[in-house]
Structure formats: C-alpha cells, structure tokens
C-alpha cells in the first residue's frame, strides 16, 4: 500500500472503517452473485436464484430441521437435478444411487466433509483406501449371518424385557409414547452388542444419561455442519447455537473408549459374541487386522449409527401400520400362518417372509432414517452425473427422503403401500412402473452400511413380537413425517398408543 493511501486509511475513524470494509463485501458480494447465477459452470443447474448464489436458504433450512424436506420440494418443482447451494448439486433420478455410491462410482467421488472422530485414528465412516478396506473387512465378520445367529439371544432377551415392562402399561388410561421405549429397547441391544454392556434403559425405566448425551449431540452436530457454510460468519452463528452440547460429542467418545477397555479384560465367555468377539478373534490369527485405538473409535462410531436409526425404522413402521389397518392386518395373517406362538418366532424364520419384508421395505422408503445428503466430492476433472456434466469440486448428494418421495421414482409416493415390494405379479398394476432402485435408505456400493442385515433381522424381530402380543390402538397424529424435523435423525415426536394384551 503506498504511503498516501495508507494515511487515507488510517485517518479514517472505526466506523468510518467498518462502513468502507462492508461497502467493499457487498460490492464483492453482488459481483460475486452475478457470477454464481450466469457464468458459472454450475449456473445451468436448475434451482431457485437464492440457493445459486448464498448459502444462507440451505442454513436456514438446516437449523430449522426442515431441509431434508427443503429439498425434496425442490425435486418435485425443478426436477431430478437440483442446485442445493452455490457448490452442492442433488439428484434423485433412478440411477443417481448406483452412479455416485456404487461401483466404479464410489472410486471417483470420495466422501466429502467426513471428520475423523480422534484425528489421526481412523473408523469405518472416514477411513479411505486400504484403511477402509482392512477394517471393513475385519466388521464383516461381526456382522455376518453367522455372527447374527450366534447373538440372537441378545435380542430376543432384550425383546422380552421390551414387552414386558410394555405388559406393565396394558390397559392403562393414560396414553404410552411408545417411541421413547422403542428408543430404549435399540439403545439397550447396541450397548451388549458394542461393550458387552446394556444401557439399561428398559431396566430402569428412562434414559441412561448417556443416551440422553447423545440424542442432544446429533442436534449440535446438525447445526455446526450448517454453521460452517457461513464461512467468515461461522463463529458467530456457532456461538448463538447449542455449542454447550458439543462437548457432549468429547463426553460419549471419553465414555466409549473407557467401555472398549473394560470389554477387553473381561473373560472368555461362549454366549458373549458381541462386536469384539469376532475382531479378537482375527487379531489372534492375523496381527493388526484392528487396534485398539481402531476398535475403540468403531465403538463410538457403532453406538450412534446402530441405535436411533433402528428406533426410527420401527416406529416408523409401526405408525404407518397403525395408520393402514388393512396392512396391519395382511401382516398379522402372515406372521399367524407362520408362527404357532410368540415363542417360535426367530430371525431366520421371519427372513423367510416377504410380506414383512415389504413393510419394512415401504416404511424405509416414506421414512428413511437417514433422510439427508451423504456429501461426495466431484474429481478436479469434473463429470458425468445422471446425464449431466458437473465441474470438478462440486458437492453431490442423493436425499433419501427427496428420492424416495418423489412421483417420478414412486406412483403416488405418499400412499403406504408395501405390495410394491412383492414379485411382479403380486405388485398392484399402478406400481408397477415405480424405480424400486431410488430408494436405498441403507446407500449402495463398498461404503454403504455394514449394519444392514441386521437392522432388518432386528426390526423385523421387534415388530413381529409386538404385533403377535399386542393389539395397539393409535391414540393421535402427533407422528405425522411431514410435520417432523431432521437433526442428523430424525426428531422422533411421541408415538401415543393404548395397548391390550391379545388373545390368540
Ligand atoms: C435402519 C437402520 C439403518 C439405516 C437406515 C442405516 C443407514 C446407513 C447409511 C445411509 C450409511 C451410509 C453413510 C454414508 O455414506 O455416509 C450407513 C453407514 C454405516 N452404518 Fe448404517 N444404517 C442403519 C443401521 C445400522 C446399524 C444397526 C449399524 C451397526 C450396528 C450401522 C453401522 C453403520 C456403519 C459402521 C456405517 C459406515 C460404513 C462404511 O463407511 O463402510 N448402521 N448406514
């Protein structure tokens, strides 16, 4: 700067100063703007002007917890390729899952905005290359067929306390929000399944502190991934959100790791068959196919993404059941041809039965757990995407919730109808054009969820148990999705029933 405007400048007065500085960032920011709106390589992308140029619409959206919806309007009114914010694009054609996620897809476009929950200490959501490989494949094992047979008691032991201390508020006049107890219920299997130790929700009767941390640190995670699109703002807007329940994050990784130490001294025991009886095992006989600090971030990792998003899929189901009693219905027919008593009920019997299946499969589909984007990082060479060339560094998502609700991927998608999952020749003629591929609410390809089949043993095992022992009457609306907000998961409203015992 020479000497003369230097003087100019440092004669000004400070609000003088910050006048000049904001009159130079709206100048910047209008040009800017015009840019982003007409000669940018993604201007051609269609989706209101606002989103094209500022973030600001997706922040918003997102703090509200309404941007999962947010983007499924902007699907049904600009179509199946939309411009979510200047550098993010959504897609929900058919196609769209199997070219960004799958294979060859998911070696071109990488996770994008992915934090490592202990830097430098990998885990199965952020780890790359072999890294993700080696540890993928040493979970496999511990999601297996085989491992699931082999802790099936841990379910159904957890199911019968579930049901029992549901016996307990039979015929009671006042209404059950029976979502908090499903919560419960997934909260207690994932603790025996990740340390070999319940939560003991179902036990106690309310919420393990721990629990508790954790429902709160989804909404402030929520917030600080909306936060950091403010750039210079971000403090700013960090500071006036729930940054107290950030630390809550540091609290549940502190807690994990201690677990994961305690399950490591424990003793041999034959029915134990958690997580980390199956990586013990493979470590013994090939070193370092995981290490303990692996393990013990994995844990971290395992609680949350096998807990909430279990709870959600069962009361998903079981509101929109309650909702369709003629489904309720072909459903029980189901379960009662196949099972003399609640006692014979077991997972391998249920993966025998479509019907199940297929409400599972539609209520996942109106309902998806994870609803919002799963961020990918287009190559610096840019790309073809669902017929469309997008410049290098884009931001590109599927929204499980704008897929799945969207008439040109689902006839009528807001009508609950599991027969579209059945064979062709049991799918109602008006569905039969629907893109069952546009809803994968577990992802597709070598990064979609290690924990698939066993959200759908454990759902199905729930559900079935439920319905054979009680009959449930849903008492309001309150659950309704559409009015539902999405904070990471989804903000689960009370699920009011009155429940009887049944006589079969
Ligand atoms: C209905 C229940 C569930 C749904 C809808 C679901 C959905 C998903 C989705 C969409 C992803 C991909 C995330 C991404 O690309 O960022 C994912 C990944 C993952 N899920 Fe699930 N999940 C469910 C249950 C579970 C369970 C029960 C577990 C474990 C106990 C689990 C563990 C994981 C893990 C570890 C990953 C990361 C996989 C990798 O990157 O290789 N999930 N899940």
Request: hydrophobic share 40%.
């Amino acid at each position: 700067m020479d000497a003369e405007l230097w003087t100019k400048v440092s004669d000004l007065s400070p609000l003088k100063a910050a006048g000049r500085l904001g009159l130079l960032y709206a100048v910047y920011y209008v040009l800017y703007a015009a840019y982003a709106v007409t000669l940018s390589p993604l201007a051609k992308i269609p989706g209101p002007i606002t989103r094209k140029f500022s973030y600001m619409p997706c922040v918003i959206m997102n703090m509200r917890g309404r941007e999962s919806h947010a983007v499924r309007d902007l699907h049904r009114k600009y179509g199946p390729v939309v411009r979510v914010n200047p550098e993010m694009v959504s897609f929900t054609g058919p196609t769209a899952w199997k070219e960004i996620y799958g294979y060859p897809g998911a070696k071109k476009f990488k996770k994008f905005g992915y934090r490592q929950l202990r830097p430098g200490v990998p885990d199965l959501l952020t780890a790359n290359g072999a890294d993700h490989s080696r540890q993928r494949a040493a979970l496999n094992r511990a999601f297996s067929e085989k491992a699931l047979r082999e802790q099936e008691h841990h379910f159904q032991e957890h199911i019968d306390l579930f049901l029992s201390r549901l016996e307990e508020k039979c015929d009671e006049k006042e209404p059950l929000n029976i979502t908090q107890w499903i919560e419960f219920l997934a909260f207690d299997i994932i603790g025996t399944l990740a340390f070999s130790s319940s939560f003991h929700c179902l036990e106690d009767r309310g919420y393990h502190p721990w629990v508790l941390l954790l429902l709160n640190f989804f909404k402030s995670t929520h917030y600080v991934l909306a936060a950091r699109m403010c750039g210079i703002f971000f403090p700013l807007v960090l500071a006036l959100g729930p940054i107290r329940d950030l630390r809550k994050g540091e609290e549940h990784l502190r807690r994990s790791y201690a677990k994961v130490q305690e399950r490591i001294k424990m003793p041999e025991d034959d029915r134990r068959n958690d997580f980390w009886t199956y990586i013990s095992r493979q470590n013994e006989q090939k070193e370092g196919s995981m290490s303990v600090e692996e393990m013990e971030v994995n844990a971290a990792l395992l609680i949350p993404a096998g807990s909430d998003t279990i709870a959600t899929a069962v009361a998903g189901c079981l509101y929109l059941l309650l909702k369709h009693p003629d489904t309720l219905a072909r459903l029980r027919k189901e379960l009662e041809a196949e099972f003399r008593s609640e006692s014979d009920i077991t997972m391998p019997r249920l993966a025998g039965l479509p019907y199940i299946r297929a409400v599972v499969d539609e209520a996942l589909r109106m309902y998806p757990p994870i609803s919002g984007e799963l961020r990918r990082a287009v190559p610096p060479e840019g790309a073809v995407v669902c017929g469309h060339f997008i410049p290098g560094d884009t931001i590109i998502s599927v929204y499980a919730l704008a897929s799945c609700d969207n008439a040109s991927n689902f006839a009528q998608p807001k009508r609950f109808t599991p027969e579209r999952w059945l064979t062709t020749d049991e799918r109602p003629d008006w569905t039969r054009n629907d893109h069952l591929e546009a809803s994968q609410p577990f992802s597709v390809g070598p990064r979609n969820c290690i924990g698939m089949g066993l959200a759908y043993a454990e759902t199905k095992l729930i559900l079935a148990r439920l319905l054979f022992r009680f009959d449930l009457e849903l008492l309001d609306d309150e659950f309704n999705i559409d009015n539902q907000k999405v904070y990471v998961m989804w903000q689960k409203p009370p699920l009011s029933v009155r429940l009887s015992r049944r006589k079969v």
